[in-house]
């Protein structure tokens, strides 16, 4: 477990050393962080199962006040990666997700008929969940061939599609005026 302190309004940066990969497994801070941001994805404090595996750096925001943080990460050496000399300077994440998402809610008014939701081009985070107690199913695929079920509260993010190049999730409920919130970070 590891401990830093970070003054009020300001962002700590974590990088990864070179020729290894991350494997966050929690962040805990006593004055709450204003966000954490893992390789350009928002994430919220608390345990992680499995873990964010993390290429080249998170960074942590504090709000108004000092805050201390507990964070655990494992580096372990990268079997997929030789190791390259870098120049790169460490990633800077306060310029890539900015601090509020755009909230788009989506009103699934049939039961059982899908819906396509546009992702924008210049998004770099997104996730969405069903508003109250319902079932979903959702596809990253036209024809909805392959699709997966999302019980109620459960949140998806925008890591589980299988090609970043996707610009479209498709949903779907059993039931008719099913809303789903879908949240947006943008360039």
Do not use: C
Not at 56 to 73: D, H, K, L
Not at 123 to 149: C, D, L, P
């Amino acid at each position: 477990m590891e401990t830093i302190t970070i003054e009020p309004n300001s962002d700590k940066t974590v990088s990864i050393t070179a020729g290894k990969v991350g494997f966050l497994w929690s962040v805990r801070s006593d004055s709450g962080l204003r966000h954490i941001v893992v390789d350009g994805l928002t994430v919220r404090e608390g345990n992680y199962t499995p873990p964010y595996v993390v290429k080249r750096a998170f960074g942590m925001f504090s709000g108004n006040a000092r805050t201390t943080v507990n964070y655990s990460i494992e580096m372990v050496e990268d079997k997929d990666k030789k190791p390259v000399e870098t120049k790169e300077e460490p990633v800077k994440v306060t310029e890539e997700v900015p601090r509020t998402p755009n909230i788009i809610n989506h009103n699934l008014t049939v039961a059982n008929d899908w819906y396509e939701i546009r992702i924008p081009v210049d998004a770099v985070a997104w996730k969405m969940k069903a508003r109250g107690n319902h079932t979903m199913y959702y596809s990253y695929e036209q024809n909805h061939v392959t699709f997966i079920t999302m019980d109620p509260g459960q949140v998806v993010t925008g890591d589980t599609m299988p090609n970043k190049g996707i610009r479209a999730v498709y949903v779907m409920s059993n039931d008719n005026d099913v809303v789903v919130e879908f949240e947006v970070w943008k360039r």
